[in-house]
Nanobody, 121 residues
């Protein structure tokens, strides 16, 4: 499985951005994708996850501002982020799993390369 994350950049506080994660299924069928983030000096943490069937899981702190979605025809998962804050600054990674662990905060070994989001005040 290969994952390609994109869409990061620099935005001002209050702005919006959409991240994309495109995945291939060369070794197994992907059943869930999780978006994780890692801020400097902090551990990588789950932001939101989604199953192929569209079931979603959000970390409570983000559910009012972030929306995760999937386009199965394009093998792409999106993370729409609104009302961005400087505290959202991090490298964002997507993770794929053949079960449902990725979306639940238990990442597999399959990571995308990460995309940097910087939110300026």
């Amino acid at each position: 499985v290969q994952l390609q994350a994109s869409g990061g950049g620099e935005v001002q506080a209050g702005g919006s951005l959409r991240l994309s994660c495109t995945f291939s299924e060369s070794t197994f069928t992907v059943n869930s994708i999780g978006w994780y983030r890692q801020a400097p000096g902090k551990q990588r943490e789950l932001v939101a996850g989604i199953s192929r069937g569209g079931s979603t899981n959000y970390v409570n702190a983000h559910k009012d501002r972030f929306t995760i979605s999937i386009d199965n025809a394009k093998n792409t998962v999106y993370l729409q982020m609104n009302s961005l804050k400087p505290g959202d600054t991090a490298v964002y990674y997507c993770n794929a799993d053949k079960f449902w662990k990725s979306m639940s905060g238990i990442p597999s070994e399959y990571w995308g390369q990460g995309t940097q989001l910087t939110v300026s005040s």
